[in-house]
């Protein structure tokens, strides 16, 4: 059973960091690209970063370059995403997923998990 968990979402001030973290199981990580896309009360789904499968190969959304940094770690089959400077736009639902191409990135998603909650309030 393909499972993808995210955790390390919560309630951070302006300027702060948080570190998110997607657990897969079912599945292994190496043979897929896979990234973050959040979603906003009344917004449209955002693509926030992609990571190819051996990792080669980075996307960032422009609204995040330069503040966000997606890692992975395919021997304990996890995938991360090191959120600084945060503002209180990136207010968001942040669900993990894998690129429906495969190997590299498109933001095209094909399964996601429940997602994390991400506020950021002062």
């Known amino acids: 059973q393909v499972q993808l968990v995210e955790s390390g979402g919560g309630l951070v001030q302006p300027g702060g960091s948080l570190r998110l973290s997607c657990a897969a199981s079912?599945?292994?990580?190496?043979?897929?690209?896979i990234g973050w896309f959040r979603q906003a009360p009344g917004k449209e789904r955002e693509g926030v970063s992609c990571i190819s499968s051996n990792g080669g190969s980075t996307k960032y959304a422009e609204s995040v370059k330069g503040r966000f940094t997606i890692s992975r770690d395919n021997a304990k089959n996890t995938l991360y995403l090191q959120m600084n400077s945060l503002k209180p736009e990136d207010t968001a639902v942040y669900y993990c997923a894998t690129d429906k191409s495969g190997l590299f990135c498109t933001f095209d998603w094909d399964y996601w998990g429940q997602g994390t909650q991400v506020t950021v309030s002062s």
């Open positions: 079912g599945f292994t990580l190496d043979y897929f690209a």
